[in-house]
């Protein structure tokens, strides 16, 4: 390994590919490594001076993100950006919301975060996916029309049409964070 790809370590979990698809082009476009989460031991990650993860998000929670928490103290001097795919259209409080729901205060003051839509595909969703993506549209199919808002009539409509947001251009603002 270069000393060129020690600058940079792209790491991601992912459920559906959506993120993985993301972390890959960052990864090329950086002249990064690129990691599966469940692949890179915590030692290695004191090696680079950029650690870039990427992570789905469940019920507000970004998906292995403990990988940068529990390895916080270790890290903190280098270049931490953040990125997490869902399916809501991007709004500053969705951004606070996250890093609210995921990161410590200290934490919240030192990592860059964006915020990535990904695809969604009912069929393609594992069983307890499911289930709770079906809880999710009977708590939308119980509103009044007028009480939703257009994420929840987009999330609707894709039970029936599969969506992917999900384009290489969109990994530009991270590219440009990294440097």
Known sequence: MNNKNKQVAVIYKSKYGSTKRYAGWIAIKLDADLYEVSDIRD??????????????????????????????????NKKIIIFAVGLASEKKEVIEKILENNFSEEIRQNVQLFYLRGAFNYDELGLVDKVMMNMMKKVFLNKKEEELDDDARGMLDAFKNPVDFTEKSLVSDIVDAAY
């Open 43 to 76: 030692k290695d990650l004191k090696s680079y001076k950029t650690i870039i993860y990427g992570g789905p998000l469940c019920a507000g929670k970004i998906k292995g993100i403990n990988i940068i928490n529990k390895n916080y103290d270790k890290i903190k």
